[in-house]
């Protein structure tokens, strides 16, 4: 399996996103509480480029007893990518469409070694 370095792990921000070519594929790459996450970018729907969406917090629909909804708020512990084409949104610690966790992201290895992050496809 191939390997591609991507550099220091230290200039990685959290919340940081970077989009990096590894041959004829993009890799978004992800640093969410000091953890690294990697997907193609390449959106499950239609091929979008998913990984250069927004990033924003999972929006949870607040339903009453009766199932009527009663607004919504942000659950700012989990974080989503949304696709730019289209708006659908992916985990981005999971990869999975909250709605329907059969529609993921594809996932890429993202690894530190010795300070170095590294893509293995
Ligand atoms: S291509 Fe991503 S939502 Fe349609």
Avoid at 5 to 28: L, Q, Y
Avoid at 50 to 72: H, P
Wanted: glycine letters at 10%; one cysteine or more.
């Amino acid at each position: 399996m191939p390997e591609y370095k991507v550099g220091p792990a230290d200039i990685f921000a959290d919340d940081e996103r970077r989009i990096v070519a590894c041959d004829d594929k993009e890799i978004g790459i992800f640093k969410l509480d000091g953890e690294f996450y990697g997907w193609h970018n390449l959106c499950p729907h239609q091929g979008g480029p998913v990984c250069t969406g927004r990033v924003m917090s999972r929006v949870l629909e607040i339903a009453d007893a009766e199932g009527c909804t009663r607004g919504q708020q942000y659950d700012d512990s989990q974080k989503h990518i949304v696709c730019p084409w289209h708006g659908y949104e992916f985990s981005i610690k999971t990869g999975s469409h909250p709605g329907n966790a059969r529609v993921r992201l594809r996932p890429a290895d993202v690894f530190v070694r010795e300070g170095q992050v590294y893509v293995r496809l």
